[in-house]
């Protein structure tokens, strides 16, 4: 191995000894932030202003149908996009202390900015972008001035701007990129598979410089953690351009199962002031070699392998961090979908952050990255309709070159439900969309999530994608595909289930319409929207080889579109996720694991077993399991063995017995696998009163780096350990040490507490508190009780280093 590493570097490389420029890229963290330009607070940014609070039905108050979902009257829709205080305008300054310009160049890259933001420095306008979601780049050059410089940064959200909450404020990084005027054009560097199998991958990689420099070349190594290294050069044309093809010996191809990335490190080099080989600018990115393609005859292939999408849409928000995007955070979310099996993300229904996209890489997650939720027919009075026909292709610029060497990304969306999929104007804007895609990025296929497949398919807008994307009705997928000549078919956006953790209903009803006083939806799985359906119904469906995958609509719940409560206060997150706004697992997420988790078993038996009110009453009991067959037991007594069938929309994912009568006591579920083997068993009890705290953090270690965070998941249990999922009790939290308190979420869709005071009840038995780490090493303590037993209280200490 060793040898060959050699060997192949001494074929392929002339290593040079360079002296380098100076390039600097600097975090503009520590901001001042102001709502109307007379008190101003510091700020750190990621920040999402609206996050704090208060909740109130006054926030984007909308008397409005809601079209897409069949409505035809007004009326009023009080949490529609969060009920938190987003609108309305935002001004954050930071003041940089710059020397040394002479021959420098400054660009300011924002990774989306909430929303329209304007950008002056020292007095004068640099720029303006009108989309919130995406990455936007600012020549600053000319503006500033040896000494002090005022950056200030001026956003503003219209009210109805958004079908869900999109925060507000400087929510995604902004880093100033000081470097030579001679540079590269960071997003001019396109990598790329051209082919890829286990013994060999043809890596394509071109380059740009920005201002060009007499006898310049760029010199590229490819490098990976398992000693690989290979380096190559070539000239800089006349265009300022350049174009290196490598040969990887035995690559390690990128998967969502093995997420290697090799280390591109570009550069560029001429000669200086009679000194050789000076290193003018340089730019370092992660880069998986993997190669995918999707066929009539393979379906969707990753490097030659068939496989289904099993993936879940996410809105951008972190429920109780908001809008302002967190490492911590998003790498939670991906190890929980993960473990249930998910192997793709949509990023419903705009540009996901660049540091989504980097953790997408490192962990193995696909993505499909989506642009707008609207084209030229608004959805809402003040949405991305007002710039579309000005912005949008500015907009797909930048989505793709920001994002095009992720190779996290499987595919491009240039719409969700675009209200145009009948008319010829949908048609040739879908063209010359999926043109320009193409244009920026050959190596992946475009795809947009239609909801109106009838038509989608009499005008054309279905046939002319590489990918015709279907929301929702799945029982119309055997007649679209019959007329669709690409051969296959995707269910961009699926199920669109509801329920709300640890809640039930009685009687378990298959309904598309159930709502109740409460607020609440049950977590039977067996209550969708009037457009939507089952978990189940999209398991049947993906069995036909012409279908792709799914995205399931959502892996967690997000702040807004409180459907089926869109009309009823205090109501103001989704209850569309697998998992909750806390990010715990939904009964749901065990059935997707379930069918999804191909490595480890799932047995899982809902609904939970402590109820005061239901002795002698029927409450069915599901078992959602891999294993086929089971056999229940109440207190010992068999309800009978049953087995998973073909036929019955609930009985070929789940197992369930409909005639149990509740008694407290134990529920036990015996699993046997095909061969009638025993292969299993789980037992809930019923729960005694509250007794004490059980705490599951899921780092115990963090980084003292003054932005990571430590979940902490709260549970209430009895004195033998079980836990009380009726437990409503309100936990007050105290944080000490190292490190300070973030935020609080219970999960309950309904709940006006905020999630930045430490003390909040409990939903159903559990919550999640967020604790961030100071910039010391040493130990954060978190000491949580119950505000009205302090006997019940419970400390954990988590270290920083
Ligand atoms: C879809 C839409 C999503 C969300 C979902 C709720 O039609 O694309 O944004 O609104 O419905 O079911």
Not at 178 to 203: C, E, N, P, Q
Not at 684 to 703: C, E, M, N
Request: proline fraction near 4%; include cysteine.
């Amino acid at each position: 191995m060793l040898f060959r590493i050699l060997l192949s570097a001494l074929l392929t490389c002339v290593y040079v000894q360079f002296s380098y420029a100076d390039h600097r890229e600097i975090n503009l963290k520590t901001w001042e932030f102001s709502r109307d330009n007379v008190h101003w607070y510091t700020v750190k940014i990621p920040h999402d202003w609206a996050i704090r609070g208060p909740f109130d039905k006054k926030w984007d108050l909308q008397n409005v149908a809601i079209t897409q979902n069949g409505e035809t009257e007004k009326t009023e829709k009080s949490g529609r996009s969060g009920a938190l205080p987003w609108i309305g305008e935002g001004i954050y300054r930071y003041h940089l202390r710059q020397t040394d310009l002479k021959s420098r160049h400054a660009t300011l890259c924002f990774d989306g900015a909430m929303s329209e933001p304007t950008v002056y420095v020292n007095g004068q306008k640099a720029g303006y972008w009108a989309y919130g979601y995406n990455a936007f780049r600012l020549n600053i050059t000319l503006f500033l001035h040896e000494g002090d410089n005022l950056i200030e940064v001026h956003l503003k959200n219209m009210e109805e701007s958004s079908r869900w909450y999109p925060g507000g404020g400087l929510y995604r990084p902004v880093t100033l990129v000081i470097t030579d005027k001679a540079r590269i054009d960071t997003w001019g560097t396109y990598i790329r598979t051209v082919s890829a199998d286990s013994l060999k991958a043809v890596v394509s990689i071109d380059m740009k410089t920005l201002e060009f420099l007499q006898g310049s070349r760029f010199v590229v190594d490819i490098t990976n953690k398992y000693g690989y290294h290979v380096q190559k050069s070539c000239p800089v044309d006349l265009k300022g351009e350049g174009r290196i093809i490598f040969h990887v010996t035995r690559p390690k191809l990128w998967s969502p199962e093995t997420p290697y990335l090799y280390k591109v490190r570009v550069k560029l080099i001429a000669d200086k002031e009679g000194k050789p080989n000076v290193v003018y600018d340089e730019q370092l990115l992660n880069y998986g070699v993997r190669i995918i393609d999707i066929t009539k005859e393979h379906g969707f292939r990753l490097n030659g392998v068939s496989r289904k999408i099993k993936g879940v849409c996410l809105h951008h928000d972190l429920g109780p961090l908001g809008a302002a995007v967190n490492k911590a955070a998003l790498i939670r979310q991906i190890r929980i979908l993960k473990d249930m099996g998910c192997d793709a993300i949509r990023t419903a229904h705009n540009m996901p952050s660049s540091l989504q996209m980097e953790i997408c890489d490192s962990m193995g997650m696909m993505v499909m990255a989506e642009s707008f939720d609207m084209w030229v027919y608004p959805k809402c009075k003040n949405g991305y309709a007002r710039f579309f026909k000005e912005w949008s292709d500015r907009d797909i610029m930048n989505l793709i070159l920001n994002h095009r060497n992720h190779p996290c990304i499987i595919m491009w969306s240039i719409g969700n439900e675009i209200p145009e999929q009948w008319s010829k104007e949908g048609v040739d804007i879908s063209k010359h969309l999926q043109d320009l895609c193409h244009s920026l990025d050959p190596s992946r296929m475009v795809t947009q999530g239609m909801d109106r497949p009838d038509e989608a398919l009499a005008s054309g807008f279905a046939q002319i994608m590489d990918v015709p994307g279907f929301n929702y009705r799945v029982h119309k997928y055997d007649d679209n595909i019959r007329k669709l000549p690409q051969g296959f078919l995707l269910g961009t956006e699926t199920a669109s289930t509801v329920s709300s953790r640890n809640v039930y209903k009685f009687p378990v009803k298959v309904t598309d319409n159930a709502v109740y006083s409460d607020g609440q939806c049950s977590s039977y799985d067996t209550e969708y929207c009037s457009w939507s359906n089952l978990p189940d119904d999209d398991f049947s469906m993906q069995d036909h080889p012409w279908i792709i995958g799914q995205f399931v609509w959502t892996g967690f719940d997000y702040l807004g579109e409180p459907t089926p409560y869109d009309e009823y206060w205090p109501s103001r997150s989704s209850y569309f996720g697998i998992c909750d706004l806390a990010g715990i697992p939904k009964d749901r997420y065990y059935l997707y694991r379930s069918v999804w988790n191909t490595n480890s078993h799932t047995i899982h038996l809902l609904p939970h077993w402590t109820w005061t009110d239901r002795i002698g009453k029927i409450t069915p009991v599901f078992c959602y399991t891999d294993y086929p067959t089971a056999e229940l037991f109440v207190n010992g007594k068999s309800q009978g063995r049953i087995s998973k069938s073909r036929d019955g929309r609930l009985t070929k994912y789940r197992l369930c017995w409909n005639n149990v009568v509740y008694e407290p006591g134990e529920l036990k579920v015996v699993v046997y696998d095909i061969h009638n083997n025993k292969a299993g068993e789980k037992r809930i009890y019923t729960a005694g009163i509250p007794h004490a705290l059980k705490i599951d953090v899921d780092r115990d270690v963090i980084q003292a780096d003054g932005n990571d965070l430590a979940f902490i998941t709260v549970s209430m249990i009895d004195k033998s350990g079980n836990e009380v999922p009726t437990s409503q009790d309100e936990l007050n939290v105290k944080v000490s040490g190292q490190g300070s308190f973030k935020c609080i979420c219970n999960g309950d869709a309904t709940n006006l507490q905020s999630f930045v005071e430490p003390k909040m009840k409990l939903f159903n038995g559990k919550l999640v508190i967020a604790v961030q780490s100071s910039m010391k090493k040493g130990k954060i303590k978190v000491n949580i009780t119950d505000a009205a037993n302090k006997k019940i209280t419970k400390s954990v200490s988590i270290k920083t280093e």
